[in-house]
């Protein structure tokens, strides 16, 4: 009689065979490096977390009115708002090693089920501990005791877990639809409901409710434990449903493509080679699920800050700056950065003919570069009203244009990791790991805003903005050139690549 294996027992193996995963990963010293690096900011965060611990104890202890747990659970909102978000910049939706098991006799929720207590075991979920607990120990340990603060600590854990489960939530939805990012503005909307309570916009209403939540916790308040465990079970089984029905309607491809017409795109027939990529490229854009949502995400994110830059009055000028420099950079970022990613998964083809990688790189170049007039056209405004002249955002975009697209392009050197057109829960490449990545991202963002910034400081604005202009025109007329370098180094490098952008698909 064979012996059937228990829920726990297959939870263990599928743990395990995620981690032989990883370890035969053909990007393991990569991503051993991109871990390092990761480390190395959750260092720089906890550090932040304890100086703003600090300061809330200082705050608690000098209190006469609140105790120290209904301060901290009065701004808890805040902090909810910030982990959520920040979320969607530091941590991925991981995809879901699911197709390997689907044929064997396990129940079909196991694979979820692993995928969840991950979710919820996460060391990620303890970063906030690190402001909770010094907090704890400062304010609440010598006036409230031991107990009150172990109640106060996990009560405040149970928070992060909560929010943990309603990002995943979130994140799975709006990866199949941004019409789900209503779901998470409602409800933090519903959140901010006791600032209006009084029929007035009052904080300190606001802050008293979140308080008395605090209070409750540190005293063990059945209803607190009771309510805060009922939320983090009933998001748990809402995640397990929805990730079911997500992972396994892409794993059964049950999707209804219709195509009523196909465009052939002849205008860009005159470009020859380039010109067929170039095809390609608004193609892809227009019928691959992933690249389609990370041109539309971008797009969005260029209105909403020009917007914001046109018609508010809330940012300083070197806010302002950023902001610009963000908008120009951003498609570039979101997309042009992960060069070769989405071409791992017809890398073969790429390679048959001689020199077709230049005219790929070319086609991207010329697509980024003149998707730039969007933002361009979007924030006139602020040059009609006087916040920013034509010309310096004309250097920002030559400047986007020439060193920043450049830089983007070179990740094509050191990409190996294919990234998946259409599968996003199940796709082997779903999560990103390249530290050069993050790098480029970065350095895209912060370079040109020092060049826009010092040079205009010390030389006087036209002539700063000039010499940025210049150094941007400069970039774009030798893009032959630079081209041509990428490609040469690409080559040199192909084998390697081709190896790993095979095993990553």
């Known amino acids: 009689m064979e012996k059937r294996l228990s829920r726990w027992q297959i939870l263990k193996i599928i743990r395990q065979h995620g981690k032989l995963s990883e370890e035969r990963h053909p990007l393991l010293t990569q991503n051993k490096v991109a871990k390092i690096f990761g480390y190395v900011m959750i260092a720089f965060t906890v550090f932040y977390l304890m100086f703003f611990a600090f300061i809330l104890a200082m705050i608690a202890n000098e209190s006469r009115k609140y105790t120290a747990a209904e301060v901290m659970f009065g701004i808890i909102p805040f902090v909810i708002l910030i982990d959520f978000f920040s979320r969607f910049a530091l941590q991925q939706t991981p995809a879901q090693l699911i197709k390997p098991y689907v044929l064997l006799p396990i129940d079909r929720y196991v694979c979820i089920d692993c995928f969840l207590f991950n979710s919820v075991t996460s060391l990620g979920n303890l970063v906030w501990m690190a402001m909770f607990v010094p907090f704890a120990i400062m304010s609440i340990v010598f006036v409230e005791g031991f107990w009150a603060a172990?109640?106060?600590?996990?009560?405040?854990?149970?928070?992060?877990?909560?929010?943990?489960?309603w990002y995943l939530l979130s994140r799975t939805l709006i990866n199949r639809?941004?019409?789900?990012w209503g779901l998470p503005l409602a409800v933090f909307a519903l959140m901010a409901i006791p600032l209006f309570i009084s029929g007035k916009?009052?904080?300190?209403?606001?802050?008293?409710?979140?308080?008395?939540i605090g209070e409750g916790a540190a005293h063990w308040s059945p209803l607190v434990f009771g309510g805060l465990l009922a939320?983090?079970?009933l998001l748990l089984f809402i995640n397990r449903r929805v990730q079911s029905i997500c992972v396994y309607d892409e794993l059964s491809k049950n999707e209804v493509t219709k195509i009523k017409h196909v465009s052939q795109l002849q205008q860009f027939d005159r470009f020859g080679e380039v010109g067929e990529y170039l095809k390609i490229e608004v193609k892809s854009i227009m019928r691959n699920k992933n690249i389609r949502k990370g041109f539309i995400s971008a797009t969005i994110l260029i209105v909403v800050f020009s917007l914001l830059i046109a018609f508010t009055d809330v940012y300083g000028k070197g806010m302002s700056l950023f902001l610009v420099v963000y908008n120009?950079?951003?498609?570039?970022a979101i997309i042009l950065n992960r060069v070769m990613c989405y071409e791992g998964n017809y890398i073969d083809c790429l390679m048959v003919r001689k020199e077709n990688i230049i005219s790929l790189l070319k086609a991207k170049y010329f697509i980024y570069s003149s998707l730039l007039v969007l933002p361009l056209l979007l924030m006139l405004p602020i040059v009609f009203t006087g916040k920013f002249s034509l010309l310096a955002l004309l250097a920002v975009m030559a400047l986007t244009a020439g060193p920043v697209h450049a830089a983007f392009l070179y990740m094509a050197i050191f990409n190996k990791q294919t990234m998946p057109l259409n599968t996003k829960f199940i796709g082997k490449g779903?999560?990103?790991?390249n530290f050069l990545q993050i790098g480029i991202q970065m350095a895209a963002f912060t370079l040109p805003l020092l060049l826009m910034w010092t040079l205009p400081l010390l030389l006087g604005e036209t002539l700063g903005y000039l010499i940025v202009m210049a150094i941007g025109i400069a970039v774009i007329a030798l893009h032959r050139y630079w081209i041509r370098d990428i490609y040469r180094r690409l080559m040199n490098r192909r084998y390697e690549n081709l190896e790993s952008l095979r095993a990553s698909r």
């Open 201 to 212: 916009c009052s904080f300190k209403t606001f802050f008293e409710t979140y308080a008395t």
């Open 430 to 433: 779903s999560m990103e790991n």
């Open 231 to 233: 939320l983090l079970a």
């Open 150 to 165: 172990i109640a106060f600590l996990l009560a405040a854990y149970l928070v992060i877990l909560i929010n943990s489960q």
């Open 177 to 180: 639809s941004f019409y789900w």
């Open 328 to 332: 120009f950079a951003i498609f570039g």
